[in-house]
């Protein structure tokens, strides 16, 4: 480390960023707080680095230091430091993202152009769209904003000129426009960018009135020229009469890459060629995997293998966060002895617990029609209902779900209230097809209290909740961790001011949240860890050994997106960060990275999901360029053998407790007879494979339907019969069964036009079945009665059986 000064209270510091970085940047802090006799305080451009250095500060505390600076400084990022800025608290409360997004939406709809613009998009691009203008006002107010007093929308516009000429000027003025109207009003000072700059700039100005705390500022990563240039602006105001020490990365001796240092290709090529001279003492592989699976097993045996070694704590970096969340199924194998940290976070969307709220709002998407069959079971078999509310208990609710879907596939009702509750209607009197229709009763009030006006972001908050605590969602959702950071994810939406919502605006908005949401594990740290995290986050801090996955071409360096309405030149132009610093701060962070730790492990897939060929990253191929081979390393899964050893069949023989029929059908005495062991296992242990509800079934509510229609008809005659001629006894009893058939299907054709076929087919058919009719009574046939229950016991030799049907 050296230091360099630049002006009476400001002092550069160099920090070789290797494996003692963290224990050199200690003794710096301890030195200075020595020398300036003022415990300092230590801000980090990024917080990863807090932990580590506040365990090295308290182990490398000097042994005879004064007791007035004995205490560790405080150590902080400096996105905690400024929003502790006093007088910022008189500017009001800053706007929350949520807040910022509602803000932004209802811009969009309000303003005529626009709303004509946007009118066949679905609301979940109208919300996506906000939240892109968002991202790129967010972009132009870093780039653009200073401490200082400027004219930023100038700025703007000046580069909008150099980047744009004739027609492509035209073509984006009017982007340029809506950019600029939302700009002003996200860059408010209650908006994050302009907030930070404003505490900056209230800080700075303190700090040239009065002397300050001393200040270390460590800067892990370089930040965009516009946040470089307010930083500068603001250390040299800080520094007026208050000593101030800047930290910076030095790669000159550990850069792996030209990008690390500005294409100081000579001092790199030395770093290189003392990286492989060292290989052979160090434990450091490149590994070449096949496929998606294959990539996963790679990782894991290489942490194993790495434990093994006596490595405890280790990072698992995702450049590929399929194959770490892979990989991390694959670790629980080990047990909970190995805990794993899961510095990425999951999308809080993919949790089970915010499936089964989802799949409540998937029926109030519905509307007042109702679900499908699909998803209402969906709903039902969500592990969050409590059912004990519903005056279930364990097996029965599972029962009840069961009798339900077979009911419905038995039915053919595919969907909607009316013919999902015409489908358990049309049955014997059951107590669990009872209690099946209290369900769906009780789960169509609460749908039908949603059919309302527009209501407030929060007054839709409400309502959910109330259907949560009537559902017996609310308790199971607060006991599970998963489901309380979801209620915590959905708290800001009460507060949020604005407009009304209609609830197609308000249900999309939600699924926006949850999915713009992560989930966080907190688990116990073990003797033997594995820690998930992202190439950024791993600047200044040490593991044991660390293991990264997704190496090829396509994953590193990686590319971020690029915001709607911002080409690369225009960022590049007005100081976002430009394509090139990303590559070249990822270059560093993996020369660090690689550097500083004697064992780890990159892998790389030859193969990607549809099957095209792969390559190493760019970067690796140049550094292995004179040892190629050992980019093409492999781990073998270990093969495991078996003694083949003879086994004997065991004896047949019938258990005492065997399951045994009380009562048979003829169709149930058919199968037996076609086949004894198909029948025990679907009849008598209910083993039958599961019919969908698409599927085509002989038992449906049309022929119920029919049955009941033609039982009455045949009734009604045997009570009334109809005398007269031929001719006019077929008509009249025509029209007596299509008038008995319609008052049958009424019900149905209410429920679900989808059986209006099936009544026209049966009203085309009515005159053949009157001319059978006729023909039989001609025959001498009379009508006794219809599904008429019969049965007989028949003897075996393990007791009785009733034989029975209708």
């Known amino acids: 480390m050296h230091t360099l000064s630049s002006m009476s209270y400001c002092q550069q510091h160099f920090l ?19 020398k300036e006799q003022v415990t300092p305080i230590v801000v980090l451009s990024t917080s990863g680095p807090a932990l580590g250095l506040r365990k090295a500060l308290n182990q490398l505390r000097p042994n005879h230091i004064e007791p007035h600076l004995v205490f560790l400084p405080r150590v902080l990022g400096l996105k905690q430091w400024l929003s502790e800025t006093p007088e910022l608290q008189h500017h009001g409360v800053p706007k929350t993202d949520l807040a910022r997004w509602m803000e932004v939406y209802q811009a969009l709809s309000a303003r005529p152009q626009l709303r004509s ?84 700039a209230l800080r700075a100005k303190q700090a040239q009135q009065y002397k300050q705390t001393p200040l270390i500022y460590v800067e892990t990563a370089e930040g965009s020229p516009g946040f470089e240039s307010s930083l500068a602006d603001f250390l040299e105001a800080y520094a007026t009469h208050t000593p101030v020490h800047h930290c ?65 704590q280790l990072a698992l970096i995702s450049q590929d966060r399929l194959v770490a969340r892979r990989i991390r199924a694959l670790l629980a194998r080990f047990g909970p002895e190995l805990s794993v940290h899961d510095e990425t976070g999951w999308k809080l969307s993919t949790t089970r617990a915010a499936s089964a709220l989802m ?42 779900i069961q009798s339900i879907e077979n009911r419905f596939i038995q039915s053919g009702a595919q969907g909607g209230w009316l013919a999902m509750l015409l489908a358990l209607n049309q049955t014997q009197h059951d107590q669990e097809l009872d209690g099946a229709i209290n369900c769906l009763t009780k789960l169509r009030q609460l749908t039908n209290q949603w059919q309302r006006k527009p209501q407030s972001c929060g007054a839709w908050l409400n309502l959910l909740m109330s259907d949560l605590d009537s559902l017996g969602m609310a308790e199971q959702l607060s006991l599970d961790i998963a489901g309380q950071q979801l209620l915590d994810a959905l708290k800001p939406m009460h507060s949020v001011e604005g407009d009304s919502l209609h609830l197609t605006e ?76 990303e590559f070249a701060q990822q270059a560093m962070d993996l020369s660090q990275l690689m550097m500083s730790h004697s064992s780890w492990r990159m892998i790389w897939q030859s193969r990607g999901s549809t099957g095209e060929p792969r390559q190493p990253s760019a970067w690796l191929q140049r550094l292995y360029a004179s040892a190629p081979e050992l980019l093409n390393q492999t781990y073998a899964v270990p093969d495991v053998s078996f003694d083949l050893k003879p086994v004997n069949p065991p004896a047949v023989s019938l258990p ?40 085509e079934v002989d038992l449906s509510l049309v022929g119920q339907t029919l049955h009941a229609a033609l039982k009455s008809f045949h009734h009604g005659l045997k009570s009334n019969p109809i005398k007269g001629d031929q001719p006019s006894r077929r008509k009249q009893l025509e029209i007596l069964l ?36 006729l023909k039989r009574e001609e025959d001498g046939w009379v009508f006794q009665d219809g599904e008429i229950a019969v049965g007989f016991d028949l003897p075996t030799d393990h007791g009785s059986i009733r034989v029975s049907g209708n």
């Open 16 to 34: 070789i960023p290797n494996s003692q970085s963290i224990d050199e940047l200690a003794r710096l802090i301890w030195s200075i707080t020595q």
């Open 117 to 200: 613009l946007l009118s066949d998009a679905t609301e979940g691009s109208k919300w996506a769209l906000s939240k892109n203008l968002i991202n790129a006002c967010d972009l132009i107010a870093e780039a653009s904003l200073g401490i200082k007093e400027q004219d930023a929308e100038k700025a703007l516009a000046d580069a909008i000129d150099e980047v744009y000429q004739g027609a492509a000027k035209l073509a984006i003025d009017v982007e340029t426009k809506i950019l600029l109207t939302f700009w002003e009003n996200l860059s408010t000072i209650r908006d994050p960018v302009a907030r930070q700059r404003h505490a900056m």
């Open 248 to 312: 910076v990365m030095d790669f000159s001796s550990i850069g792996l890459w030209p990008e690390c240092l500005g294409d100081a290709g000579h001092t790199t090529s030395i770093n290189q060629e003392k990286y492989l001279n060292e290989l052979a003492a160090v434990d450091r592989q490149i590994i070449k995997s096949q496929s998606f699976e294959d990539a996963a097993w790679a990782g894991a045996l290489a942490i194993q293998d790495l434990m093994k070694a006596g490595k405890s």
């Open 359 to 400: 799949s409540w709002v998937d029926i109030l998407r519905e509307g007042g029609l109702g679900p499908s069959a699909v998803t209402l079971l969906e709903f039902l078999k969500n592990p969050y209902i409590k059912w004990s509310d519903w005056g279930l208990e364990g097996s029965k609710a599972l029962s009840l």
């Open 506 to 581: 308000w249900l999309s908005l939600l699924g926006s949240v949850i999915e713009d949401s992560s989930y966080i594990e907190s688990c116990p740290r073990e003797s033997a860890s594995v820690t998930i995290l992202p190439l950024s986050a791993t600047r200044l801090r040490h593991f044991d050994a660390w293991v990264m996955v997704g190496c090829d071409d396509g994953q590193l360096p990686s590319l971020s997106d690029s915001p709607m309405f911002l080409s690369s030149s225009l960022k590049k132009i007005i100081g976002c960060k430009s394509v090139e610093a």
């Open 656 to 695: 005492s407790d065997f399951v045994k029929p009380s009562n048979i059908s003829p169709s149930g005495y058919k199968a037996l007879r076609e086949c004894p062991y198909r029948y025990y296992a679907s009849r008598l242990l209910g083993l039958r494979e599961q019919t969908s509800l698409d599927a």
């Open 738 to 773: 299509k008038d008995v058939s319609l008052k049958q299907f009424q019900a149905l054709l209410n429920a679900d036009g989808r059986w209006l076929a099936a009544w026209v087919q049966w009203e085309s058919q009515i005159p053949d079945w009157i001319d059978w009719q």
